[in-house]
């Protein structure tokens, strides 16, 4: 059974940056592609960057240009990076691992507030 632990949410102003961290224990890491999405009051859960096991990075339309995924193999620890961030971007960020014909693993979510 694997853990993913989400870090470095926070509160920030209008145009500043975050990086969020998601930790995974056990031995999956390696084998699984890792993504970000975010859930706000009263919105559904929705998809913000992915990376695949080789490193293929792919973003959201409102978040490209401003967020980097990254993914470290070796500390089993993916990143988040969110620069020039608006209001909007506000929300609870999970991390979430996924692997074909593999249930997904999922973290307990880190808060997102930026302020205007």
């Known amino acids: 059974q694997a853990q993913l632990v989400e870090s470095g949410g926070g509160l920030v102003q209008t145009g500043g940056s975050l990086r969020l961290s998601c930790a995974a224990s056990?031995?999956?890491?390696?084998?699984?592609?890792m993504g970000w999405f975010r859930q706000a009051p009263g919105q559904q859960r929705e998809w913000v960057a992915a990376i695949t096991t080789d490193g293929t990075a792919v973003y959201e339309d409102s978040v490209r240009g401003r967020f980097a995924i990254s993914r470290d193999n070796a500390a089993n620890t993916v990143h988040l990076q969110m620069n020039n961030l608006k209001p909007e971007d506000s929300a609870t960020y999970y991390c979430k691992a996924t692997k074909l014909g593999k249930d997904p693993y999922w973290g307990q979510g880190t808060q997102v507030t930026v302020s205007s």
């Open positions: 056990g031995s999956i890491f390696n084998e699984y592609g």
